[in-house]
C-alpha cells in the first residue's frame, strides 16, 4: 500500500515514554517534542504519578497525548475510569478490545473528545502464546476479529503489530487510525517484543501511528535518536511518492 503523504514536519511516531521518574520523562519529552507528533504515557508513570505526570510531559511540548492505561473490566467500570481520564484530554487512550463490545462503546460514550484506541493482540504474543491464553489464533486472524468487534463497537484506533496493518487497513477503511508498536529500527534489539517490523515497513504497510519506545529513550541522545528515525520516515515517503 502506498503510505499517505503528510506535510507537517513532526513524523507519526509515539515515543513511549516508559521512565521511572518524571524528571526523566520532562527531559525525554522535550528532547524528542521537535521531531514527533505524540509522546505516550502509559502504566508505568500513570500508576506512580497520576495525572501529574501528563501536565508534566505535556509541558510546553507542541506534541499530542496517548495514554496509554489498556483499561479491561465491565462497561460501568471502564466508563467512569474513562471519564476521570477524559478531563486530562489525552488525544488517545487505550482499552483491550478483548474487553469487548459493550465495555470498549461504554468508553467511547464517555469520552468524545478523545480518540478510544483498542489494543487488539499485544505485539509481544506469538501464535503459540496466544494459543497458550486460549485465543483462537493464528495472531493475525485474532487481530481482525478483535478489529472489526472494536470499530463496529465505536472505537477510532486500533492498536495493532506491523504485519496485520495491512490486512486491517483493508478491512475497516481510512478513517480509522492504525497504531502500531513492534517497531524496531533495523539492527536494534526486538526486547520483548514478537511481531516486529521497522519504522519503514510500518508506515509502508499503512500504518498512521508507529509507537517506538526504547529505541528512542535507551540510548544516550534520544531527541537525536527520534530526529534520525523522523528523517528515515520522510526518506522512505519521499522515495514511495
Ligand atoms: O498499547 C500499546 O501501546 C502497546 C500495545 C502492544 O500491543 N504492544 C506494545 O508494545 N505496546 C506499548 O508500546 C510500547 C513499546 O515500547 P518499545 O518496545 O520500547 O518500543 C510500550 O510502551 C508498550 O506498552
Redesign the pocket.
Known amino acids: 500500500m502506498t503510505p499517505r503523504r503528510r506535510t507537517n514536519v513532526a513524523a507519526p511516531i509515539a515515543v513511549?515514554i516508559?521512565a521511572p521518574e518524571i524528571e526523566t520523562a520532562a527531559r525525554w519529552a522535550s528532547a524528542v517534542a521537535p521531531h514527533v507528533s505524540t509522546v505516550?504515557v502509559?502504566l508505568e508513570l500513570y500508576l506512580r504519578y497520576g495525572p501529574e505526570v501528563i501536565t508534566t510531559v505535556r509541558g510546553a511540548n507542541k506534541v499530542s497525548i496517548f495514554l496509554?492505561l489498556?483499561l479491561h473490566d465491565i462497561p460501568d467500570t471502564v466508563a467512569r475510569a474513562t471519564r476521570n481520564v477524559a478531563r486530562l484530554r489525552p488525544s488517545y487512550l487505550?482499552v483491550h478490545a478483548t474487553g469487548g463490545r459493550d465495555m470498549i462503546a461504554a468508553a467511547v460514550e464517555a469520552a468524545p473528545e478523545t480518540r478510544i484506541t483498542a489494543?487488539t493482540i499485544?505485539?509481544?504474543l506469538d501464535d503459540a502464546a496466544l494459543e497458550t491464553v486460549g485465543i483462537r489464533g493464528p495472531a493475525h486472524d485474532a487481530v481482525r476479529r478483535l478489529a472489526v468487534l472494536a470499530v463496529d463497537a465505536g472505537a477510532q484506533a486500533l492498536?495493532c503489530s506491523p504485519h496485520e496493518v495491512a490486512a486491517l487497513r483493508a478491512e475497516v477503511g481510512p478513517d480509522v487510525t492504525l497504531i502500531t508498536?513492534?517497531?524496531r529500527p533495523a539492527g536494534t534489539d526486538r526486547?520483548d517484543?514478537a511481531r516486529v517490523a521497522t519504522p519503514e515497513e510500518a508506515l509502508a504497510a499503512g500504518a498512521d501511528l508507529l509507537?517506538?519506545?526504547?529505541?528512542i529513550t535507551q540510548v544516550p541522545d534520544p531527541g537525536a535518536a527520534a530526529a534520525s528515525i523522523a528523517a528515515a520516515l520522510r526518506r522512505s515517503e519521499t522515495a514511495s511518492a
Open positions: 513511549a516508559d505516550k502509559g496509554d489498556k487505550t489494543v499485544l505485539t509481544s492498536v508498536p513492534g517497531v526486547g517484543q509507537v517506538i519506545g526504547r529505541p
